[in-house]
C-alpha cells in the first residue's frame, strides 16, 4: 500500500490516538483546532489507507498472570525433509511450501507467541513469548517449539525488568 500524503493536523491526530483511542471525535476535533467533520474524515481516510490498523486495549501482562516474558531465536532446517502440515501432523514438505512457511503457520497457532519477526543473522526468527512462569515456558519449548521438525536451533534471553513499553511509533 501506498504512503498518503500527511501534513501536520494528520500527525497531531495520530499522536493523540496513540496515547488514548477511546478519546470522542468532538475531543479529538477540539485538540487539533478542527471541526468534527472534518477530523472524522481525516480519521476515516487515516483508517481506510491503512495508516490506522485497528483500536486495541493493552493489557498489563502481570496483572494477567503472564509474568514471565521471554525472546526466542529459532534457526530452521533449510533443506527439505520431515516437516509439519497445518494440521500438526509430520509429513514431507508439500510442494512449493519450504519450512518457513510451516514454521509461520505454526506460530500462528502459538498464543504464547505475541510477536514474531524474521531476522537477519545467524537466526532465522525472534519470538516474544509471554508466559505464566517458567514451567509454562518450559512446556512451550518442549511441546511445541522444540517439537516442530523444522526448528533445528534455539536460544532464549530472559527479560528482567521492563523500563520501556510503549506500542506509540515516532511521528515524524
Not at 483546532?33 to 472534518?38: A, F, G, V, W
Not at 498464543?111 to 543473522?121: I, L
Not at 509454562?136 to 534455539?154: A, E, G, K, N, T
Request: net charge negative.
Amino acid at each position: 500500500m501506498a504512503n498518503i500524503e500527511m501534513d501536520a493536523i494528520d500527525r497531531r491526530i495520530l499522536a493523540i490516538l496513540q496515547e488514548n483511542g477511546r478519546l470522542s471525535n468532538q475531543e479529538i476535533a477540539e485538540r487539533v483546532n478542527l471541526s468534527p467533520s472534518p477530523c472524522l474524515r481525516r480519521i476515516r481516510r487515516l483508517e481506510e489507507s491503512g495508516v490506522i490498523r485497528g483500536y486495541v486495549a493493552l493489557l498489563d501482562p502481570q496483572q494477567l498472570g503472564l509474568d514471565l516474558l521471554a525472546y526466542v531465536n529459532v534457526r530452521l532446517e533449510k533443506r527439505g525433509g520431515p516437516s509439519l502440515s497445518p494440521s500438526g501432523d509430520v509429513t514431507p514438505l508439500r510442494a512449493g511450501a519450504t519450512h518457513a512457511d510451516l514454521f509461520r503457520a505454526a506460530v500462528q497457532t502459538w498464543p504464547e507467541v505475541v510477536a514474531c519477526h524474521a531476522m537477519t543473522g545467524e537466526m532465522d526468527y525472534l519470538l516474544r513469548v509471554q508466559v505464566e512462569d517458567m514451567a509454562h515456558f518450559s512446556r512451550f519449548v518442549q511441546d511445541r517449539l522444540l517439537h516442530h521438525p523444522s526448528v533445528i536451533d534455539v536460544k532464549s534471553s530472559f527479560s528482567l525488568e521492563t523500563f520501556k513499553e510503549t506500542t506509540a511509533l515516532p511521528i515524524l
